[in-house]
């Protein structure tokens, strides 16, 4: 795209809110407080932003993908997930030390620009996490009609995906605190099933009935390290999620000091939750039984002595389905409305409703898009394609808080350690090369998302070259 990098603009003091609240030590908006653009609503304490961080990342990939994983390697289930886990903290590191450099909402599009200051870059990343979370959304809502739901009723899954992500985008337009409180109730519901799940495995082990030893055998039909490999790709997009939380900096009260918190602070749980239900899992039921379940969880609860009814648990996978939509559509169009905001597309994207204070237009976009998705594209595919489109968006952000150790040290920001934005860097290119990324599909739709990209970036510069052609043609007489 031609023209000039992307604005960041000049730090503010700190200010005091009329409802008595204080921003940051500095600022985080980049826009001066008398801009006539209502800004964002600085509503989201620490404690809120956990739950949008543990929120996003427990969803609908624990619930739908641990019987592949366990086709992948047998019962060792578990190592896959504490592999996927270590890696995205390692990623996580840097997007915690570069949103308290750079604390605006427009996320990895802004890092790369700060780190390398190339337009077109800044683009086509903004232009890939973009579509990352849309592709995410359109996931959950296909998963929304899966055999989860047909313990209740049976419908096309088309419609329910359609249906569910229009109710979506009214929430979400709502407000990102009516959003943030949702998700607050979702996230304790969907916990609460992976909870019980964990609780169904203690009591196997105290009463005998389990088998832990199967959690240890590695079936792997060709080299074992590729096949971890190959489950910890699996494993990875049920970690996805932690980096939208990056998007979130300019609603938040005290980002700088709550961001990091929040961000490890929901990864670890998540982490620590994933790791006991894999290894529920295996104990409980034969691998190959999870393996051919698009509902493996469920497999597990009637594979216990719990007297919990099936349908219960499968409202509660769908609750933990549909969090994970709701948080990739509010996340999604914060991030339409930060690259509006510094110029990177065009500037109807950065309007906020005064009254409601969310951006309308980026909802509207971001539903378009998902909608479009969820009713061409399949549940697996769609996820395939989040996953390594997400690899390429996190190997730059890795790289651009390395590019930026340059800068001076903000006080009071959280800072990696070197060593974790490289290795972080490292690991995403290893996971997405074609040994372990096993669906061919998820290449071709994400070169189809990129070409797309890149045919905005010439036509923008077509019509900016124009534009000057014209403004520097001497007016005829």
């Known amino acids: ?45 620490g404690r809120m932003l956990v739950f949008l961080v543990l929120g996003d990342v427990l969803g609908s990939g624990i619930y739908a993908l641990t019987g592949q994983i366990a086709a992948d390697v047998g019962g060792m289930i578990w190592a896959p997930f504490l592999i996927a886990f ?44 973009l579509a990352a979370g849309i592709t995410s959304t359109a996931t959950a809502a296909r998963a929304i009609g899966g055999k989860y739901l047909t313990e209740f009723v049976t419908a096309p ?17 709502r407000g990102i605190e009516e959003s943030a409180r949702v998700n ?55 970690m996805l999620g932690f980096e939208n939380s990056v998007n979130l900096v300019e609603e938040a009260r005290r980002p700088r000091r709550d961001l990091p918190r929040a961000l490890f602070g929901g990864m670890c749980i998540a982490g620590i939750v994933y790791l006991f239900v894999a290894f529920t899992s295996a104990t409980l039921v034969d691998p190959d039984v999870l393996a051919g379940s698009s509902a493996p969880l469920l497999e597990v609860l009637k594979a216990s002595d719990v007297p919990v009814p099936p349908k219960l648990f499968a409202a509660v996978a769908l609750v933990a389905v549909a969090n994970t939509a709701l948080i990739n559509m509010v996340m999604a169009s914060r991030l339409v409305y930060g690259m509006a905001a510094q110029g990177t597309i065009p500037a109807v994207f ?57 800068e001076p040290a903000v006080p009071g920001a959280y800072r990696a350690p070197t060593w974790a934005p490289a290795l972080g860097a490292l690991s995403c290119a290893v996971l997405a090369t074609p040994l372990v990324h096993r669906e061919g599909t998820a290449y071709l739709r994400a070169l189809g998302l990129l070409a797309i990209a890149a045919l905005l970036v010439v036509t ?17 007489l």
């Open 1 to 45: 795209m031609n023209g000039p990098p992307v604005a960041v603009g000049r730090m503010t003091a700190s200010q005091t809110r009329g409802d008595g609240t204080t921003d940051d030590e500095t600022a985080v908006t980049g826009r001066p407080p008398n801009a006539e653009q209502p800004a964002l609503a600085r509503v989201l304490s």
């Open 86 to 129: 270590t890696l995205a903290l390692l990623t996580g590191t840097s997007y915690a030390e570069l949103a308290g450099k750079h604390p605006r909402a427009a996320g990895a599009a802004l890092y790369a620009d700060r780190a390398f200051r190339r337009p077109y870059l800044t683009f086509m990343v903004g232009f890939t996490v």
């Open 157 to 173: 899954v088309v419609v329910v995906a359609v249906v569910f992500l229009l109710l979506t985008a009214v929430l979400n337009a």
């Open 184 to 238: 607050l109730v979702l996230t304790v519901i969907e916990l609460a099933g992976l909870l019980l799940i964990v609780g169904i495995g203690v009591y196997a082990l105290l009463t005998g009935t389990g088998e832990p030893g199967r959690a240890f055998e590695l079936r792997a039909e060709g080299p074992a390290p590729l096949a971890l490999l190959a489950g910890t790709t699996l494993a990875f997009y049920s």
């Open 350 to 406: 950065a309007r906020v409703l005064p009254g409601r204070r969310t951006p309308p237009v980026a909802i509207g976009l971001v539903t378009a898009l998902a909608v479009a998705l969820a009713c061409t594209g399949q549940l697996a595919g769609l996820a395939d394609t989040t996953v390594l489109l997400l690899l390429l968006v996190f190997l730059i952000v890795n790289i651009s808080a390395l590019v930026l150790r340059r």
């Open 460 to 476: 923008q510069k077509v019509v900016n070259d124009r534009f000057r052609a014209c403004a520097a043609r001497p007016p005829s």
